[in-house]
């Protein structure tokens, strides 16, 4: 088969189940309670029952991925989600009642808003998280009475083949659906006519994805990255922000969105962290070289590039502290110092082990460097100063903040989670994703009696002395 009749294959077949869940959405546009509850609860069904089979799917596509790490960072995220959308969509679907302009709320007139399924979604989920940001994302979808497509990566092949087995045995086609398939896949995915578009991954790729989407109108929730600061207050406990830092950076071998970027310690306080920061990788990871709990980096490609970071910092001046030896796909946490603002670890998110390390006198001067950049998905703040968190909180902009701590926010159902800017747009988590996933309609009814009769014309003196007495300042 020549790759043309591939690619006309490959889009029939996209075109054909978006027509089917289309069509069927268009049989029961409003999904009741009972519906929406029963796909929550089948995709909680067959990701606790397939527990096993997920993390060795996990397991091989990331070379080296301990079921502890899968269990915690894939699938408790997942049921949690859907735990939390099953137990409040009924609520989420009420009709929201607001106030009518005086005097029509006084004369009968009602407002509501009325949260109506925008029809079919589709994701395009990366393999950082390749169970959580695959599922995860459809708790709100189907909880707003969506159905759903979705394309994994490529880059995970074993866990998305997976998906798809395990979706295809427990859902119709026009319900879910999974996509298999590389970039050529991913661009004609992009292209099709959803009524909503959720990409996750890096920024440069979700230029494209929007690029591809936009012809077709599609709302999109672009979830993308950055170069997430954190600010080490002088007030901060020391060893506590280099523990908490050391274990995000390290966490899935640093192959996270939200992951710390470059860390701003005081002038004064650098040798002192970083010691901290050293003890803090070797007491979770000890003999780090061979630790099983240590996870490897997705493909051979983006091993080498994070080794290429750090060495291209290191010939441009900079100092680095290396935690582990690099070797093939395990690439242990570094630590650089003094890096020159123009190589490449200082432009890139690193999305990987190493870690920036840069000082800092005064905290307005963070503030300045953090708003000239690119908003970042997240940002972080360890310190007790009340003064330091007010400025960051209202003169800083991010996709999100945490203080005293790193990534937390996302594990809350009852925040929205989403970038902003180059960082992305749109959000999801709980009721904030249930909206997001929904059109909110507005509903105005009127009473029985006729009370705009008076803005018709004739225009009476009346009408004219009134809008005259209202246009004020």
Same mark, same amino acid.
């Given at each position: 088969?020549?790759?043309? !009749? ?22 029961? @546009?409003?999904? *009741? ?29 990331? &070379? ?72 995860? @994302?459809?708790? &709100? ?40 398939? #590389? ?7 992009? #292209? ?32 993308? #990255?950055?170069? !997430? ?30 992951? @710390? ?20 990788? &070797? ?8 630790? &099983?709990?240590? /996870? ?25 502290? =290396? ?5 093939? =796909? ?12 123009? *190589? =490449? /670890? ?124 209202? /246009?004020?300042?």
């Amino acid at each position: 088969m020549t790759q043309q !009749n591939t690619d006309i294959d490959i889009t029939v077949k996209l075109d054909y189940i978006l027509r089917a869940q289309k069509t069927a959405h268009l049989k029961d @546009p409003y999904p *009741s309670v009972s519906v929406r509850q029963d796909r929550l609860s089948r995709v909680l069904d067959l990701t606790v029952r397939n527990e096993k089979k997920i993390c060795d799917a996990v397991n091989a596509d990331f &070379e080296n991925r301990s079921s502890i790490s899968t269990q915690a960072l894939d699938i408790l995220p997942v049921l949690q989600a859907y735990k939390h959308a099953k137990k409040h969509v009924s609520q989420w679907m009420k009709t929201e009642k607001r106030k009518s302009n005086f005097p029509l709320g006084l004369l009968g007139a009602k407002s509501t808003v009325e949260y109506i399924p925008l029809g079919v979604v589709g994701n395009i989920a990366p393999w950082n998280f390749p169970i959580q940001l695959s599922l995860m @994302p459809f708790a &709100e979808v189907f909880a707003a009475g969506n159905r759903g497509m979705l394309k994994p990566s490529e880059l995970s092949p074993e866990t998305s083949n997976l998906m798809a087995e395990l979706v295809s045995e427990n859902f119709n086609e026009d319900e879910f659906a999974v996509i298999q398939g #590389g970039v050529d896949v991913s661009k004609a995915f992009a #292209g099709l006519p959803f009524d909503h578009l959720l990409f996750t991954g890096s920024t440069q790729v979700g230029r494209q994805v929007a690029s591809i989407a936009a012809p077709n109108l599609v709302p999109m929730t672009l979830e993308l #990255g950055g170069k !997430n600061p954190v600010i080490v207050s002088r007030s901060a406990d020391l060893k506590l922000a280099a523990d908490k830092i050391m274990w995000a950076k390290t966490m899935n071998g640093g192959q996270i969105c939200l992951c @710390p970027d470059t860390v701003y310690v005081a002038n004064e306080r650098i040798d002192e962290f970083v010691e901290h920061c050293k003890s803090a990788v &070797e007491a979770m990871y000890p003999d780090i070289d061979k630790n &099983e709990d240590y /996870i490897h980096i997705i493909s051979q490609r983006h091993a080498d590039r994070l080794v290429e970071l750090v060495t291209d910092a290191e010939e441009k001046g900079a100092t680095v502290i =290396r935690l582990g030896n690099s070797n093939n =796909r395990r690439v242990p946490p570094s630590i650089v110092l003094n890096a020159d603002p123009n *190589s =490449r /670890i200082c432009q890139e998110e690193i999305f990987g082990g190493p870690l920036l390390v840069k000082p800092f006198d005064e905290l307005a001067k963070i503030v300045d460097t953090i708003n000239q950049g690119e908003s970042p998905l997240a940002l972080y703040y360890f310190g007790n100063n009340k003064q330091e968190i007010k400025s960051l909180t209202l003169e800083t902009r991010s996709g999100g903040m945490v203080v005293n701590d790193l990534l937390a926010h996302c594990l809350q159902e009852n925040l929205p989670f989403g970038g902003m800017g180059k960082s992305g747009m749109g959000v999801y988590h709980g009721f904030d994703g249930f909206k997001n996933f929904s059109h909110g309609r507005a509903v105005y009814h009127q009473s029985n009696l006729d009370p705009l009769k008076m803005i018709r014309p004739p225009f009476s003196p009346k009408l004219r002395a009134y809008v005259k007495e209202k /246009i004020k300042a």
